[in-house]
Each structure stands twice: as structure tokens, then as C-alpha cells.
């Protein structure tokens, strides 16, 4: 599986950025598919994720805020995050775990990862 990762950029708090994923095979309904984020000197950690069975799982400090979405047939996953906050700073990573790993929010579930988009929110 190969992820493409797109959609960063620069935004004043309270604005509006879509990321998006693209991947080279089929991904919905087979695996895990994720969003991370990495801020400098900090851990990567979930943000929300897609289970194969359909499942969703969003980080507390996005509720509310971000929305993950999935065109099946262009097998890509999109990101919408609304109402950015300055701590929304980070690299944001799309991510596919194979092996449906029980722990979602687990970095090492993954065994493929997308290049990573910068996400810069200004205050």
C-alpha cells in the first residue's frame, strides 16, 4: 500500500483546511486507516481513525472540529478539520494497519505511512 498525503498549508485560528489520502489499492473495508499528527518535540499521536468495520475514533481535542470521510472508489480519505486552533500545529500523516490491530491509536499498528503534510495554524 502506498499513501499519498496532501491538503496542508497556512491558516489563521478559526479557519478551515481538507487533507487528503490518497492510496494506491483498496483500503475501506479491508483495513484500519488513520490520521496522526507529530508537533516538534512531541509525540506522534492519533487523531482519528477509520476501523475496517466501519468504526470511527476521534481524538477528544478534535470532536467536534474535524471530520474524516472516504471516497471509496478513488480509495482516499479525507480529512476536513474546521474551527483551527493554533495548537493544530503539527505534520499530519495518513496511516493503514493490515493486521486490524485492536490498539488504534498505537503508532507501531501501522506498517504503512503517507509522507506527511504540514498544517501550520496562526494565531
Known amino acids: 500500500v502506498q499513501l499519498q498525503a496532501s491538503g496542508g498549508g497556512s491558516v489563521q485560528a478559526g479557519g478551515s483546511l481538507r487533507l487528503s489520502c490518497a492510496a494506491s489499492?483498496?483500503?475501506?473495508?479491508?483495513?484500519?486507516v488513520s490520521w496522526f499528527r507529530q508537533a516538534p518535540g512531541k509525540d506522534r499521536d492519533l487523531v482519528v481513525g477509520?476501523?475496517?468495520?466501519?468504526?470511527?475514533y476521534y481524538a477528544d481535542s478534535v470532536k467536534g472540529r474535524f471530520t474524516i470521510s472516504k471516497d471509496t472508489a478513488k480509495n482516499t480519505v479525507h480529512l476536513q478539520m474546521n474551527s483551527l486552533k493554533p495548537e493544530d500545529t503539527a505534520v499530519y500523516y495518513c496511516?493503514?494497519?493490515?493486521?486490524?490491530?485492536?490498539?488504534?491509536?498505537?503508532?507501531?499498528?501501522?506498517?504503512?505511512w503517507g509522507q506527511g503534510t504540514q498544517v501550520t495554524v496562526s494565531s
Open positions: 496511516a493503514v494497519d493490515t493486521h486490524r490491530s485492536v490498539a488504534i491509536s498505537t503508532v507501531t499498528s501501522y506498517d504503512f
Open positions: 489499492g483498496r483500503i475501506f473495508g479491508r483495513y484500519t
Open positions: 477509520i476501523r475496517w468495520s466501519g468504526s470511527t
